[in-house]
Every structure is written in C-alpha cells, then in structure tokens.
DNA sequence: AATGAATGAGCGTTCATTCAT
DNA sequence: GATGAATGAACGCTCATTCAT
C-alpha cells in the first residue's frame, strides 16, 4: 500500500515538477523573446518533451500566460502581506514604506513576474478569455490595493494622515501605484538611463514616493525620519536580502 | 525646368501624402486590433495601393511602427514646447503644470500615439533594428526629458526649488515621469478602475503630481496656489480645450 | 474448477460490458458530433476506462465504427427477419410489406445505426482494413437481400408475381433497396423537406414502393388492398410500435 | 492598350486555369481519400503551387468544397435542362424519361460530381457555415425539383397522369429522387455488385423507374411504349453519348 | 490487466517578404 | 513605379497510437 501510495506521490510530483518547468521555461521566454516570441512549439523544442505533452499540462497559450500571471500576483501578494504585518513598524508611515520595500524588492527579485505583469496589461492576450480576464484582473488589482489600503486606513485612523478634500484613500493608492508601476516600466524597458542622467532610478524613485506622502502631510515626515534606513532594514529583516 | 521641378513635387508630394495614409491607417488598426492584428496585408487590403507599394514606403513592418513611434514623439515633444513656453506662466511652477497639463492633453487627443509609445516598449519589435531601437528610445526619452529638466534648473536658478542631498534634476524628472507614465498606462489598460473606487485618476494623478512637487518644496506650494486650475487653464489657451 | 470457470465467466462478463459500454457511447457521440468529432481521446474521457484499455479491445478507431456497423447490421437483420416471418400475412406481397415496415422501424427506432450505415458507405474509413470490409460489406448486403429474395421468390413460386423478360429477382429487390437506402438518406440529410413541399416523405416512401410493386404487378395490387394498413399492423404487431 | 488588355485577359486566364486545377485535384483527391483525406497540405503539394496560393483562391477548406458542389449541382441542372428541353419527347412520360437519363449520364459523365453531392450531404462540413449550408442545400435540392416537378405538372395537365388522393406532385418527385439518389449511390459504394446477383444495375434501376410511374398509371405505360429506348435515344440524341 | 504520459505527424491557417510582370 | 501572385516557415492545436510503469 505504501509502495502504491509513494508511486501516486511521486508520478504527482514529476507532473508537478514538470508542470514548473514548463511555466519556468515559458518566464524565461516571455522575458527575452516577448509574448510575440513565446510560441508552443519554441517552449517544446527547448523542453525534452514533445508539443503534445505540453497540451497535456495546458490546452492553451493562453493558459500558459495566465498561470504565469497568476504566479506573479500571489507573489507579490505574499510579499505585500508580509511587509504590512512586519512586527519592527513603528507607526503606519513605516508600515507604508516598508509595502514599497516589498515593491522593490519584488521586481529585483523576480524581474520576469514583473515583466509578465506588464506584458498581461499590454496584450490583446486576453481577446478569448476576456470575461475571466476582466475577473482575475480586477481581482489582483483588487487584492493588493487592499492591503496597501488598509495601511492608509490604519494612518487615518491613527491621525497621522489626513486626506485633502475630494480624495480619497483609493486616490492615494493609486498615485503610489502609477509612481511604482511607471518607474519599474521605465527602468526595465529602458537601456541606458544612466547616459540620459539618471543615475540611480531606485533611489529617485524611493524620493519621489517619500516626498509625495510628505505632500500628504503622512506623519513623520521624510524630513523627520530616514524612510530610506527603513526600506533597508525590510529588505534585510523581512526579505533577508541584506 | 520649373516644369521638371515641379513634376517631382508633386510627386513628391503625392509620395508623403501616401506614406502618411499608411500610418494613419497604421496608427487605427494598431488600436483597434492590436499588435497582433496589425498586418501588411491588412494595411495593404485597406487601402487603395498594393502591399508592393506599401513596402516601397517601409522595408519592414517594424520600420511602420518605428515611424508610427516617432511621430507620437514629435507630437508630444511640440506639445511639451507648447506648454513649456506658455505666456501665462507666472512661476516655474506653473510651467511645470503646464507641462504636465501638456501630458494630459496628449493621451486625450492621441490615444492612439500613446498606445504605440507603450507597444514600443513591451515589444520585442527590436530584435532586427537592436541597434537603432536604443538610439532611437534614447532619442525619444532624451529630448522629453531635457524640456522638462529646462524648467527644473529655471526653478533651481529662481530659487523656487533647493534638491535636496544627492538628488538631481533627473531624479526629479524621473519622478515626475514615472508617475505620468504609470498613471496612464493603469488607466488606459484597468477596465472598470471605478469599482475599485478609483473614480476620478486623472484628478488623482493632479494630485500625486502636486503633492511630490510640495514634497520637494517647489514653491509655490499648492497650499499656496491652485494648479488644478493652472491645468485647466493651460488646457484651454494652449491647447484650445475648454 | 468450477470456481475458475465462474471468475473466468465474470471476468469475460464484464469484458463484454466494457465493450457494450464502448460502443454504446462510440454510436451516440457519432450521431451527436459526427466522424469527426469521434475521438479516442473523447471516447475515453467520457468513461470510467483509459484510453489504454479501450485499446485492448478494439485496436483501432475503425475497429470500432466496424464493430458499430456490424451491431446495426445486425439489428436489421433481426427486424427484417421478424418482419419476414409475420405470422399475420396472408399474401406474398403482405410479406414484402412487412419487410417495409421493418426497414421504417429501423430507422426510425435506430437513427444513429442508420447513421452509421451511411458513415461507413461514404467514408474512406477503410483503407487499412481493406480486405475486411470487402467480405464484411458483402456479407451485410448479401444477408440483408437474402432475406428479401426469399420473399420475392415465395411470390413467384406462388404465382402472385413474374418477372418482366431479362429482370431476375436481385433487379426487383435492387430497386426496392435503393428506394428506401435514398428516401432514408434524404430524409435524414435535409433540412426543411417540407419547404420544397415534401410534407410527409414517409408516407411518399410508401406510395412509391407500393406503386413499383403494383408495375411489377404483384398481386394483389394497392389498388385491391391497403398496404398502409399492413405497415401499421406489422409496426404494432411485431414492434409494439402504435 | 490592346497588349495591356491582352495582358489583363491572360493573368486572368491564368488564373481561373489555376483555379479550376485546384478545384480538378480536390474533386479527385476527394473521390479517392474521401473528405477526411482531402487536405491543403495535399492539394498543395500535389500542385506545383504552395499552401499560400492555394489559400489566395479560396480562404477556406469549406470554400473549396462548396465551389465543388456548386459546380456539381451546376453541372446537373444543365444537364436536367437539356434533357426537360428535349426536341425528340413526344409525351409527357418521355419528358420524364429523358430527365432519368439526364441522371444517368450525370452519374456515369461526372462520378466525381455526385461524390461530391454524396460527401455534402453526409459530412459534418458545414459545422461552421450552417447557415450558408441550409440555404444552399435547399437552392440546390429546390431548383432540381423544379425542373421535375414541371413534366409532372405537364402530364397533370395534358391528362396523363392523374395523383392518388393525398399525394402531391412532391411525393411522386421524392419517389423519383430517392429511387435514383439510392441506386447510385449503392452502385459507387458498394464493390462486387454482381457477385450478389445485380448483374447490370442501370438497367434495374430504370426498370425500378418505368414500373414506379406505371403504378402511377402515367401513360404511356412501359408496357405500351419502349422507354429504355428512349433513355438511349436522349443519351445519345441530347449527351452525345452513343 | 490497466493506466495515462508521451509522442510526433498532421491539420488548417496566417503572414512578412520577394519578384516577375 | 506599381502590382499582387507566390512563397514557405511558422503558428496554435489535435489525435491515433505506443509503452513504461
């Protein structure tokens, strides 16, 4: 029974182990070569396993693409919820930056998750699925503005923020979200940034978010405390990248 | 002779007048089917010359891109001068608004072009033309950038604006970009941004602008003054949208 | 022994329901989506058995369109032979009638068996088993018109019927075949016969056949009885059809 | 201008030449493989000319199979009109009797043709074009019964031929039909004929013909005039096959 | 005996590009 | 200079069949 039990196990677990495999390949791919160069065949070829195979796992392209994206939300997911439950955040302006450290963070540590997140949003990927694109879109967007949210509530709560009038928690979010959402673009697609005087774009960008939350009035602000100290230390403390 | 002339002016003529048929048609299909269904043949198809002649134009389907490409360039550099050199601006500031009045103005008018900028960048349009991509991109991201630099260091020479340690003036522009960028981009690929209550993001993307701008103590601050109607007023005189 | 003998005989039991169980879903998903939408791969995902197993029964996908037409022919030799041996007719021509109805019943009873007839005629299913289906084919229409013959044979033995000069009696039986084997495929093959003003082909069907009987001049003619009264008796009587 | 006119006519030419051997190849392939067997890739190699010219004619599989049946059902009614036009009919029932060898020659002139009107009608084709299928199956099947339905009204007319109650000229049509359609199509599907004792099946089947219409009392009777001469007569008279 | 992962040839179709006219 | 027929590689996808477990 044990030995039927384990031979279950494992064939489960090569299905598994090919399955990442093909999804590793096809991250990879889509990186270099683009949606456009991701092709079934190309992702076959470079497998030792044949085209059929790969149908076998996934009965579509597309399917492909979206478990990738799928992937890349629930690791960012997990990096956003363990940056907003970081136990070394001493007032909810901490709690924010260190979001924004899991932001940065996540693009350097998993470039080709951003890079399908980005190709997702761009594509007409999406003419067949359209009705769940709608829905798994919204939903990943959905989920990590609520935790990025629920910190911005929390500094209302707590007074250290107040909102200007007509705005709302959502607004802010969304300037923080367009602010990382366009810095990374521009950082990944754009070659040679440096020669155009950018030196540093992580840096600028960790400024502009620091100086568009002072703008917010979100206490302490960025002249009160080093926020730049505080992405490290999430880096290190909650993401061990030190 | 004047005759001889003036048969290749014409023809001449009739050749640019062509050529810009084909990137309008170009340019619509582009946003109407995507990348994707974006064809020669279609092009060809939709117009009243053969794909032969189409190719007498452009050598490649990537070449047809790349001039799509720059003219959205051209389109929103003239915007951006427009604005940066506004008669109603009675502070850096306010031609720092207007620029991104400029910004706004551009996505509205020529969706399309915006479009063709983001294609440009996820795509791997350039694995042939590599080389002229980078300058090209460069180009591109070169001169928008030096306009709004130029009202930076006008800030900086007024005495409006002080950086703070160890930023630039491309830090800043950066910022500014990355924000603009990344707004639009959301915007232009979220569907249904209101039910995740974003309900105004151009509003909020204001804002965002303004608030990092305090945050850099550009003064006038906008506690100090109301650059919502800066915008608008630039949208009215410059660009006639009122 | 006999415990041996009673595993072997379940075994060899619920081989043959396996197989039952096969076909049956071979014959509905050929009617429901036709040659080409049968699958192995379908055939097997529908059951509780892999595609390895099936396989074990029947070698090849012809084999089972093989076994199919071989089931249907089958059933209309049973019919045909339960028409044949009506204990209720009275005449020579009574019998020819009951065969008639049998052939309607059968169609109308078995429309996906009929399907199959017509499938296996048309198709070029047959180039690997070639040899087969020449002797299988063969042996179908052999049996089938046997049956027939019989009848007819029974009628010139008893003087209801002689044959026109150069006529034998497979020419008679020919014509009888060929007039229900097209009003059938008509019948199942056209949309909307009653736009072009076949209200009721069935009973046209009947008209015909009785009316070629009535010109080889089979007695008692259709004008002497009503061989529409004989079809429904013969449907009731034989098939419980009422 | 006239060798601009000369060159126009001969592209032309060249190409409707090319056309009608693609459609020559896919007739045969089709009668030899069956619709399954008939494949781009095939017709394309068999030609001198790639996958992509092919697809320049017709855009579709489907397309060529219905431009197949067209010409089919084309060929036909041509055929029906020469013979319903007949000079040499001097009543009714040789009106009739020139349309069944009309039939004849078709069958014998074009197998090909009739193929092809087999494979339409049983094939799941026209999944795709169901809508343009029913129309064109019932243009088809319309315009055919009208020609016949026209020398049934004839004799209507001229009193030679009066219906039972209850049947209309349809239903004698439909007899008409089916009896040939059946015949034929036995006759191309089933090898070895003979063997079971159909030695000259044309020659049953007219006879299946002349005896329906006499059951009709359609006069003349076969038994009062020679109609098997008349089929010979029209074929050679009208087909030129003698 | 039963499984289903793996295969790979084949399908219909698209499309950028070339080149004879 | 303009044309569009011709190409052929590539695409996403299917499926009958095999075979190690």
Same mark, same amino acid.
């Given at each position: ?6 031979? /279950?196990?494992?064939?489960?677990? *090569?299905?598994? +182990? ?5 999804? #590793?390949? &096809?991250? @990879? ?35 492909? /693409?979206?478990?990738?994206?799928? *992937?890349?939300? +629930? ?5 956003? #919820?363990? &940056?907003? @439950? ?44 359209? +009705? ?111």
């Amino acid at each position: 029974m044990a030995t039927l039990d384990q031979k /279950i196990t494992r064939k489960e677990r *090569e299905r598994q +182990e090919r399955e990442e495999k093909i999804l #590793e390949l &096809a991250r @990879t791919m889509l990186r270099e070569v683009g949606y456009l160069g991701l092709s079934m065949d190309r992702i076959a070829a470079e497998m030792e396993y044949s085209k059929g195979t790969i149908y076998q796992h996934f009965c579509n392209k597309e399917e492909i /693409i979206l478990a990738l994206a799928n *992937e890349a939300l +629930e690791k960012r997911l997990e990096m956003f #919820e363990a &940056a907003a @439950t970081w136990s070394g955040a001493e007032t909810s302006r901490d709690r924010m930056a260190a979001i924004g450290a899991a932001a940065e963070e996540f693009v350097e540590r998993y470039p080709q998750h951003f890079s399908v997140e980005q190709i997702v949003r761009s594509s007409s990927i999406w003419e067949k699925t359209s +009705e769940e694109r709608r829905q798994f879109m919204q939903v990943c967007e959905g989920r990590c503005m609520a935790i990025v949210s629920g910190v911005v509530r929390e500094a209302l709560a707590q007074g250290d923020l107040e909102l200007p009038a007509g705005r709302s928690v959502e607004d802010l979010v969304f300037g923080l979200w367009s602010l990382n959402f366009g810095a990374y673009t521009i950082i990944t697609s754009s070659e040679a940034l440096e020669e155009i005087g950018i030196a540093d774009p992580i840096a600028a960008l960790r400024q502009s978010q620091n100086f568009m939350l002072d703008g917010y009035r979100w206490r302490p602000l960025s002249s009160e405390h080093d926020f730049n100290e505080t992405f490290d230390q999430v880096k290190r403390e909650v993401f061990g990248n030190g």
